[in-house]
């Protein structure tokens, strides 16, 4: 047995600890994570394309089958550990390690190749998607590929950043009160999943409550940044967002509008601040004017947009206001989102306040410079009943009339009927609607086919069309009769949504406009009138002109519709329409302060809270505001997070006793916190002997009630004589002094 | 001459880091002075962002700078959220970390390559997460101590080192770090426990045959190397009044026949030459070698209950020639002969801190 250690000099520190840091998630985290990536990819779905989606989806589920893998390996490992090693603790050790160990990473040959065969897929549909979109599926595509190479915390982290990054991207497509607290409730699940790293014994749930109350104790700086951080305009053009363009079109065909109506998305809201609403007959919101017809479909006219002499030409489409002796109805239109340019407005309207971004069109209506890929909010002044258009130019009238000979030859021939049978022109109008109302025509979301867009064959066979039809076959009537008519598309009416109390006329609330609302009317030119609004929908369905859908229609939607709630039960259910308006409401105030929140209004709030300022004091405020912001913050978490003093209610004897020794505090005699009651009533006997006895026997009894197991009855009998001793020792203090 | 100009490039930017290391060093030690209980509180901890606090701070500036371009609300509102979640963030990664104390003792000592532990106390008033703690020093190769969840209440864990070489080693500073609630900050603290450790020479087992061989014609001593049978029967030593059960051969008839009560005789093997272990005597010519020899007798004379006294000094039998000063390291170097732990203690340090 004789050891000869060769090595004697041994200089270094032992513990070669491999410095491996060893990550690891556990399999709830990586399940959590993986979920994470499937919501947050889900969230901006629709704005993918669908090969993209596929790619995903695929590489989602190999992730997914992966971590099953993982399970069952661990499940075996677990089976010989707990042969070895029972304690628990260890064991879960171990088995994390083992997971570790047995997660067999994807080849990263294979992963390259992968990612390289994405990424030229995207090179390759770039210029056909849009740069924003290719940037998208790049970013989505990196996101689930990352997920297979976590392996350190760093590639954690980036994963998770970029899981918040495709959520903040998706802002960029949807803003209202949905989306962003759908967003909202992916940032507290994607942050819980980064601090459940950090506290992995607890349970998620209670992760998730951490994270809340962080994103509360931060909301009230992030509202002060909101308010007071400067709006700065934007520092490069980037891509805008290219979505499919909802609602109305350049275009419209009969049975177009039919179509439309089946959407019950929000087109947009109007507000009418303190001013009564007009009838509901009374609300043609007016989007575009179409002109061209070609027989089969009318279009807009593109003749002034094209040689148009910007300034004076323009001032021509505009309604002059100082001709007019009708009082305006001012009103707010907040406009959703429609990826197309036309706005809407109550024919004839100027555009009042910041009309930035907003053009006055041919034809009364108004355009906004941009496509309206965000909420946009404007303010208008409708003269309802005043007459616009009066003087017609040759050229314009020449177009009015145009229509192509031959196109339908019955409708001709029954417009040549007409204008010899009715002079005035007026008359002839209304005998179009009485024919249509006489006849049995039918209003009915799924019209027949026609042929060839024929108007004949609607007007004289089928007779059962929706609005763009009666608008269509009229207008043509009113063409071929020689009198300047044109089609107008739009929407009619809205739904109110607020407290209207009449007697206080105090409306508090506003109109919600949705696609189903959309409609078609015609107008025709009335020398000396201008043009009149004609609409052939109320001779034959006169209730959707006065109040909106009837309750057949709304069945024929639902029918055709099939959304897990369909409007008619949206509409018809009490507790869900109301909760559906309440909802609503406050979307509405979502989408004016926070989406619609810009530079004015900011400096409006300013001026409204400090008054009129400099820029250096704005900058002040700025700065103080987020200073003093800061410092509630930190006072709270403070005072939250002080150590809690314990409350424990003292006794009656324990409060007699701290009473005396405050009296004799006030005469210079401190009791020391670690002195014993006798040693410090002996000291009182040394220092003060006339109060020896009297002291003494406060402390006695003190100690009896504080340290001797006593009856109830025993307890207030002694605490009844302390209190005697007290007033005892009172008076000897008084004597003394 | 490049190696020159290189040094005279690098000696600046040296003593500009040595300077200020050695400033923060007596920053330091003002702002966090040694003593065996620290509480965390404003003084001691420093928090500052972690690189992902950093990189996530960049992140927000792009959503801000996204939300600007497209004029964007809710992503200005998001990047805002996110930028003042840092903030708060920042404020409960501090009170996660404030007010644990810490408890410690500074002294450790072992055998070479041994693991040696410290174990340090924590007490907390509520629960804290994530709490690690290492040696400052990286070189030390320490292990990073994780306590996933600090209950209320006290709870330890240990801090390890191993050290192959002997000698007294201060280990200097504790740092205690946490990157709790989301990591993006972290808070640290380096707290001086005035931690250090005694490393006992590494013992080596030396046989009979061994010291034989080797030693010096020191003929006297050769048994009491062996490790059995330590309580000798050579000489005699001392009577001790008798004990039921003892052997009736020990018996000082003597005594018993002149009535002076029932004594019995014990002998111990010839302590003159064995209660002294000397250095000079261990066989071998490296010194390294020789202290670990002593380090094994030292503990198999302690298990056996010997009483032994060390002597690391060669000169002891010549103290009369040697000068002033070398008699009083003489002293110190050697210890007087007893017994027991703290004995032992006492001879390992010495040997531990043998020059």
Redesign the interface.
């Not at chain 1, 009666?470 to 009416?493: D, E, K, N």
């Not at chain 1, 701290?658 to 004799?664: A, I, P, R």
């Not at chain 2, 020639?321 to 007087?336: A, F, R």
């Given at each position: 047995?004789?050891?000869?250690?060769t090595k004697?000099?041994?200089?270094?520190?032992?513990?070669?600890?491999k410095a491996s840091s060893s990550f690891y998630l556990s399999r709830k985290n990586s399940w959590l994570l993986w979920l994470c990536q499937c919501l947050n990819v889900a969230v901006i779905g629709l704005e993918l394309s669908t090969w993209m989606l596929g790619i995903i989806s695929l590489a989602l589920a190999w992730q997914a089958h992966l971590l099953h893998q993982s399970r069952d390996s661990v499940r075996n490992k677990k089976q010989l550990k707990t042969a070895k090693q029972p304690g628990p603790r260890q064991g879960t050790r171990q088995s994390k390690h083992a997971n570790n160990n047995q997660n067999k990473p994807v080849s990263p040959i294979i992963l390259a190749v992968f990612a390289l065969l994405g990424c030229l897929a995207i090179a390759i549909t770039a210029k056909q998607v849009g740069i924003l979109v290719s940037m998208l599926h790049l970013l989505c595509f990196s996101y689930v590929l990352k997920a297979f190479e976590v392996r350190s915390?760093?590639d954690f982290?980036q994963l998770l950043?970029l899981g918040?990054?495709v959520?903040?991207?998706s802002?960029?497509f949807r803003?209202d009160l949905t989306a962003?607290l759908i967003?909202l409730t992916l940032?507290v699940l994607n942050?819980a999943v980064?601090?459940q790293?950090?506290?992995?014994?607890?349970k998620f749930v209670a992760n998730v409550k951490?994270i809340i109350m962080?994103?509360t104790?931060?909301?009230?700086?992030?509202v002060v940044?909101?308010l007071v951080?400067p709006r700065?305009?934007?520092?490069?053009q980037?891509p805008s967002?290219k979505s499919a363009a909802t609602g109305l079109s350049d275009t419209v065909k009969p049975g177009d509008i039919a179509n439309l109506t089946r959407s019950t998305k929000l087109a947009f809201r109007a507000d009418f601040g303190q001013q009564a609403i007009p009838a509901y007959s009374q609300l043609y919101w007016r989007a575009m004017v179409l002109e061209d017809y070609d027989g089969r479909q009318w279009t807009r006219q593109k003749r002034f947009a094209s040689n148009k002499i910007p300034g004076a030409k323009i001032k021509a489409f505009s309604f002059d206001v100082s001709k007019t002796e009708v009082s305006p109805l001012t009103y707010q239109v907040v406009a959703e989102p429609s990826y197309q340019k036309y706005l809407f407005a109550l024919a004839p309207a100027v555009a009042i306040g910041d009309s930035s971004g907003i053009k006055a069109q041919a034809g009364y209506t108004f355009n906004s410079t941009k496509m309206l890929?965000?909420a946009k909010s404007y303010q208008l002044s409708s003269y309802l009943t005043a007459p616009f258009g009066v003087e017609l130019s040759q050229k314009s009238k020449m177009a009015n009339l145009s229509y192509p000979k031959n196109s339908n030859p019955r409708l001709e021939q029954l417009a040549l009927q007409l204008q010899h049978n009715y002079v005035d022109v007026m008359s002839r109008a209304q005998a179009v609607l009485t024919l249509i109302n006489k006849e049995n025509y039918a209003y009915t979301l799924q019209p027949p086919l026609l042929d060839n867009n024929s108007l004949d064959q609607f007007f004289f066979d089928t007779q059962a069309g929706f609005c763009v039809h009666y608008a269509s076959a009229f207008t043509f009537l009113m063409r071929a009769s020689g009198i300047p008519a044109r089609m107008v598309t739009g929407y009619l009416g809205g739904e109110y949504n607020g407290i209207n109390d009449s007697q206080q006329a105090d409306n508090t609330g506003h109109l919600s406009i949705y696609q189903y609302d959309a409609h078609a009317w015609s107008e025709i030119w009335i020398e000396g009138k201008g043009w009149l609004r004609i609409d052939p929908t109320s001779a034959v369905d006169p209730q959707r002109v006065d109040s909106g859908w009837s309750t057949r229609l709304l069945q024929e939607q639902s029918a055709l519709n099939n959304d897990l709630l369909s409007l008619y039960q949206m509409k018809n259910i009490k507790w869900l329409s109301a909760l559906r308006l309440q909802f609503d409401a406050l979307d509405y105030q979502w989408t004016r302060w926070?989406?619609?929140?810009n530079n004015k209004q900011q400096y409006d709030l300013f001026k409204h809270w400090f008054g009129k300022m400099a820029s250096w004091k704005l900058a002040l405020i700025m700065a103080v505001s987020l200073v003093v912001t800061?410092a509630i913050?930190?006072l709270f978490?403070h005072l939250?997070?002080q150590?809690k003093k314990k409350s424990r209610s003292l006794t009656k004897w324990q409060r007699i006793y701290q009473k005396s020794l405050t009296q004799l505090a006030k005469q210079g005699l401190d009791k020391p916190v670690a002195m014993t009651v006798n040693d410090f009533s002996k000291q009182v006997r040394r220092e003060c002997p006339e109060l020896a006895i009297v002291f003494t026997r406060l402390s006695a009894s003190y100690n009896c009630l504080c340290y001797q197991p006593l009856s109830a009855a025993k307890q207030e009998e002694l605490t009844l004589a302390m209190q005697h001793q007290y007033q005892h020792f009172i008076h000897a203090m008084k004597r003394s002094a | 001459m490049v190696t020159k100009a290189a040094k005279a490039k690098f000696l600046p930017r040296q003593l500009i880091s040595g300077f200020f290391k050695s400033n923060f060093e007596r920053w330091l030690a003002r702002r966090i002075p040694k003593r065996q209980e620290h509480q965390l509180n404003r003084r001691n901890i420093m928090i500052y962002p972690s690189r992902f606090g950093m990189a996530y701070l960049g992140f927000v500036i792009l959503v801000f700078l996204l939300g600007t371009n497209y004029q964007n609300n809710i992503i200005l509102l998001l990047s805002y959220l996110l930028a003042s979640l840092f903030i708060s963030v920042m404020l409960h990664s501090f009170y996660n970390f404030s007010q644990i104390r810490f408890f410690s003792l500074a002294k450790q000592q072992g055998y070479a390559d041994d693991t040696l532990s410290f174990a340090i106390k924590i007490t907390a008033e509520k629960i804290h997460y994530d709490i690690n703690a290492h040696f400052t020093d990286r070189t030390l190769n320490s292990n990073i101590e994780t306590v996933e969840q600090c209950q209320r209440g006290s709870q330890e864990f240990s801090l390890r080192v191993k050290s192959s070489q002997r000698g007294k080693h201060f280990l200097g500073r504790v740092t205690i770090f946490s990157e709790y609630s989301l990591g993006l900050f972290k808070s640290k603290t380096v707290l001086d426990f005035g931690h250090y450790v005694i490393i006992f020479p590494k013992p080596r087992r030396l046989t009979l045959a061994q010291y034989q061989c080797s030693a010096q014609e020191d003929s006297a001593s050769i048994e009491s190397y062996h490790t059995a049978n330590l309580v000798g029967t050579d000489d005699f030593c001392e009577l001790k009044s008798f004990v039921r059960g003892e052997s009736r051969a020990r018996t000082a008839w003597k005594q018993l026949a002149k009535g002076q009560g029932h004594f019995s005789k014990h002998y111990q093997s010839s302590q003159n030459q064995l209660q002294w272990l000397k250095l000079s005597d261990m066989p071998s010519d490296e010194l390294e070698t020789k202290l670990a020899y002593l380090s094994f007798l030292i503990g198999e004379f302690t298990t056996s209950n010997q009483t032994f006294g060390l002597q690391l000094s060669a000169n002891i039998d010549n103290s009369t020639n040697t000068t002033n000063t070398t008699n009083t390291t003489n002293t110190l170097l050697n210890i007087q002969p007893s017994s027991g732990i703290n004995h032992q203690q006492a001879c390992l340090t010495a040997l531990a801190l043998y020059q």
């Amino acid at each position: 047995m004789i050891f000869f250690n060769t090595k004697v000099n041994q200089q270094s520190w032992g513990i070669k600890q491999k410095a491996s840091s060893s990550f690891y998630l556990s399999r709830k985290n990586s399940w959590l994570l993986w979920l994470c990536q499937c919501l947050n990819v889900a969230v901006i779905g629709l704005e993918l394309s669908t090969w993209m989606l596929g790619i995903i989806s695929l590489a989602l589920a190999w992730q997914a089958h992966l971590l099953h893998q993982s399970r069952d390996s661990v499940r075996n490992k677990k089976q010989l550990k707990t042969a070895k090693q029972p304690g628990p603790r260890q064991g879960t050790r171990q088995s994390k390690h083992a997971n570790n160990n047995q997660n067999k990473p994807v080849s990263p040959i294979i992963l390259a190749v992968f990612a390289l065969l994405g990424c030229l897929a995207i090179a390759i549909t770039a210029k056909q998607v849009g740069i924003l979109v290719s940037m998208l599926h790049l970013l989505c595509f990196s996101y689930v590929l990352k997920a297979f190479e976590v392996r350190s915390r760093r590639d954690f982290y980036q994963l998770l950043l970029l899981g918040l990054f495709v959520l903040a991207a998706s802002l960029i497509f949807r803003q209202d009160l949905t989306a962003t607290l759908i967003i909202l409730t992916l940032l507290v699940l994607n942050l819980a999943v980064l601090h459940q790293l950090f506290s992995y014994q607890r349970k998620f749930v209670a992760n998730v409550k951490v994270i809340i109350m962080l994103l509360t104790q931060s909301a009230l700086l992030a509202v002060v940044l909101f308010l007071v951080f400067p709006r700065l305009s934007p520092f490069w053009q980037v891509p805008s967002a290219k979505s499919a363009a909802t609602g109305l079109s350049d275009t419209v065909k009969p049975g177009d509008i039919a179509n439309l109506t089946r959407s019950t998305k929000l087109a947009f809201r109007a507000d009418f601040g303190q001013q009564a609403i007009p009838a509901y007959s009374q609300l043609y919101w007016r989007a575009m004017v179409l002109e061209d017809y070609d027989g089969r479909q009318w279009t807009r006219q593109k003749r002034f947009a094209s040689n148009k002499i910007p300034g004076a030409k323009i001032k021509a489409f505009s309604f002059d206001v100082s001709k007019t002796e009708v009082s305006p109805l001012t009103y707010q239109v907040v406009a959703e989102p429609s990826y197309q340019k036309y706005l809407f407005a109550l024919a004839p309207a100027v555009a009042i306040g910041d009309s930035s971004g907003i053009k006055a069109q041919a034809g009364y209506t108004f355009n906004s410079t941009k496509m309206l890929s965000q909420a946009k909010s404007y303010q208008l002044s409708s003269y309802l009943t005043a007459p616009f258009g009066v003087e017609l130019s040759q050229k314009s009238k020449m177009a009015n009339l145009s229509y192509p000979k031959n196109s339908n030859p019955r409708l001709e021939q029954l417009a040549l009927q007409l204008q010899h049978n009715y002079v005035d022109v007026m008359s002839r109008a209304q005998a179009v609607l009485t024919l249509i109302n006489k006849e049995n025509y039918a209003y009915t979301l799924q019209p027949p086919l026609l042929d060839n867009n024929s108007l004949d064959q609607f007007f004289f066979d089928t007779q059962a069309g929706f609005c763009v039809h009666y608008a269509s076959a009229f207008t043509f009537l009113m063409r071929a009769s020689g009198i300047p008519a044109r089609m107008v598309t739009g929407y009619l009416g809205g739904e109110y949504n607020g407290i209207n109390d009449s007697q206080q006329a105090d409306n508090t609330g506003h109109l919600s406009i949705y696609q189903y609302d959309a409609h078609a009317w015609s107008e025709i030119w009335i020398e000396g009138k201008g043009w009149l609004r004609i609409d052939p929908t109320s001779a034959v369905d006169p209730q959707r002109v006065d109040s909106g859908w009837s309750t057949r229609l709304l069945q024929e939607q639902s029918a055709l519709n099939n959304d897990l709630l369909s409007l008619y039960q949206m509409k018809n259910i009490k507790w869900l329409s109301a909760l559906r308006l309440q909802f609503d409401a406050l979307d509405y105030q979502w989408t004016r302060w926070v989406i619609g929140f810009n530079n004015k209004q900011q400096y409006d709030l300013f001026k409204h809270w400090f008054g009129k300022m400099a820029s250096w004091k704005l900058a002040l405020i700025m700065a103080v505001s987020l200073v003093v912001t800061m410092a509630i913050l930190m006072l709270f978490l403070h005072l939250l997070n002080q150590p809690k003093k314990k409350s424990r209610s003292l006794t009656k004897w324990q409060r007699i006793y701290q009473k005396s020794l405050t009296q004799l505090a006030k005469q210079g005699l401190d009791k020391p916190v670690a002195m014993t009651v006798n040693d410090f009533s002996k000291q009182v006997r040394r220092e003060c002997p006339e109060l020896a006895i009297v002291f003494t026997r406060l402390s006695a009894s003190y100690n009896c009630l504080c340290y001797q197991p006593l009856s109830a009855a025993k307890q207030e009998e002694l605490t009844l004589a302390m209190q005697h001793q007290y007033q005892h020792f009172i008076h000897a203090m008084k004597r003394s002094a | 001459m490049v190696t020159k100009a290189a040094k005279a490039k690098f000696l600046p930017r040296q003593l500009i880091s040595g300077f200020f290391k050695s400033n923060f060093e007596r920053w330091l030690a003002r702002r966090i002075p040694k003593r065996q209980e620290h509480q965390l509180n404003r003084r001691n901890i420093m928090i500052y962002p972690s690189r992902f606090g950093m990189a996530y701070l960049g992140f927000v500036i792009l959503v801000f700078l996204l939300g600007t371009n497209y004029q964007n609300n809710i992503i200005l509102l998001l990047s805002y959220l996110l930028a003042s979640l840092f903030i708060s963030v920042m404020l409960h990664s501090f009170y996660n970390f404030s007010q644990i104390r810490f408890f410690s003792l500074a002294k450790q000592q072992g055998y070479a390559d041994d693991t040696l532990s410290f174990a340090i106390k924590i007490t907390a008033e509520k629960i804290h997460y994530d709490i690690n703690a290492h040696f400052t020093d990286r070189t030390l190769n320490s292990n990073i101590e994780t306590v996933e969840q600090c209950q209320r209440g006290s709870q330890e864990f240990s801090l390890r080192v191993k050290s192959s070489q002997r000698g007294k080693h201060f280990l200097g500073r504790v740092t205690i770090f946490s990157e709790y609630s989301l990591g993006l900050f972290k808070s640290k603290t380096v707290l001086d426990f005035g931690h250090y450790v005694i490393i006992f020479p590494k013992p080596r087992r030396l046989t009979l045959a061994q010291y034989q061989c080797s030693a010096q014609e020191d003929s006297a001593s050769i048994e009491s190397y062996h490790t059995a049978n330590l309580v000798g029967t050579d000489d005699f030593c001392e009577l001790k009044s008798f004990v039921r059960g003892e052997s009736r051969a020990r018996t000082a008839w003597k005594q018993l026949a002149k009535g002076q009560g029932h004594f019995s005789k014990h002998y111990q093997s010839s302590q003159n030459q064995l209660q002294w272990l000397k250095l000079s005597d261990m066989p071998s010519d490296e010194l390294e070698t020789k202290l670990a020899y002593l380090s094994f007798l030292i503990g198999e004379f302690t298990t056996s209950n010997q009483t032994f006294g060390l002597q690391l000094s060669a000169n002891i039998d010549n103290s009369t020639n040697t000068t002033n000063t070398t008699n009083t390291t003489n002293t110190l170097l050697n210890i007087q002969p007893s017994s027991g732990i703290n004995h032992q203690q006492a001879c390992l340090t010495a040997l531990a801190l043998y020059q």
